[in-house]
């Protein structure tokens, strides 16, 4: 009986983590100034390279390795194309879509989303990626 008593009082553990999920969510968007890539224009997303993506928003994040983001400001490479696309790095629901956009562009511009994951993954910075891009892809167009 005492027992049962007892565990009426306690606080059921989803509302626990819900409560410190929020809290934890408060505290980065409080911390953490997420550049806004919304506000480009579709116009100039369609003309940006994605060496050009990565060389010049690469230097609004931290690089971080084996994931899309740290939830603090760090971003892979794929994560920062996904970031160029509209995702805050946060917002798990709106993820898929803005990896999709940012797949699409990879198809498009003939670059392997496995190869910038390596390149990322293997230590390469930012910068070694775009110019690793700028060197094969020239080189790829050149030789058509």
């Excluded at 890539?37 to 994040?61: D, N, P």
């Excluded at 084996?66 to 490479?77: L, M, P, W």
């Excluded at 990626?129 to 050149?142: H, P, V």
């Amino acid at each position: 009986m005492a027992k049962r008593q007892i565990l009426k009082q306690e606080t059921p553990v989803s509302q626990v983590l819900n409560r410190y999920k929020n809290e934890l969510t408060k505290n980065i968007e409080r911390q953490i100034p997420i550049p806004n890539f919304s506000l480009i224009s579709e116009e100039s997303k369609q003309e940006a390279s994605i060496s050009q993506i990565i060389r010049t928003y690469g230097k609004y994040f931290k690089q971080i390795r084996q994931r899309y983001t740290d939830g603090v400001g760090g971003r892979c490479v794929m994560g920062l194309i996904m970031s160029y696309y509209g995702w805050d790095g946060k917002c798990i629901t709106n993820a898929e879509r803005k990896l999709y956009a940012a797949l699409v562009a990879l198809r498009r511009a003939g670059i392997s989303k496995e190869l910038l994951i390596e390149l990322n993954d293997s230590g390469a910075t930012f910068d070694d990626i775009a110019d690793y891009l700028d060197k094969n892809l020239g080189l790829a167009s050149s030789n058509r």
